[in-house]
Nanobody, 124 residues
Framework: QVQLVESGGGLVQAGESLRLSCAAS????????MGWFRQAPGKEREFVAA????????SYADSVKGRFTISRDNAKNTVYLQMNNLKLEDTAVYYC?????????????????WGQGTQVTVSS
């Protein structure tokens, strides 16, 4: 059974950091392009960051560029999102997903089912 489980969210103050994890089962993450997405209250889900085969190049939404870093640990079959200098507008539920083949490098789409996500709340 293919499953993605996000964790690591929490309540932090603006300027602080968090690291999100996405543990995969049923598929090896190294065989897929992977991405992080988020959905804030009342808004549509949006792209945040992606990591691409074969050399693990990365792409980011403009709103997080320079603050967030996506990476993966193939041995642990896990994808990470390091989030630094968090802002109030980063408050959202964060999801990871496999990327749809042929997705746009700068605005890819997720494929497959979405997990429960992990809540990130940034306070002032």
């Amino acid at each position: 059974q293919v499953q993605l489980v996000e964790s690591g969210g929490g309540l932090v103050q603006a300027g602080e950091s968090l690291r999100l994890s996405c543990a995969a089962s049923g598929r090896t993450v190294r065989a897929y392009d992977m991405g992080w997405f988020r959905q804030a209250p009342g808004k549509e889900r949006e792209f945040v960051a992606a990591i691409w085969r074969p050399i693990d190049s990365t792409s980011y939404a403009d709103s997080v560029k320079g603050r967030f870093t996506i990476s993966r640990d193939n041995a642990k079959n896990t994808v990470y999102l390091q989030m630094n200098n968090l802002k109030l507008e980063d408050t959202a539920v964060y999801y990871c997903n496999y990327l749809r083949p042929g997705s746009n490098y700068y605005n890819p789409q997720g494929s497959g089912s979405w997990g429960q996500g992990t809540q990130v709340t940034v306070s002032s």
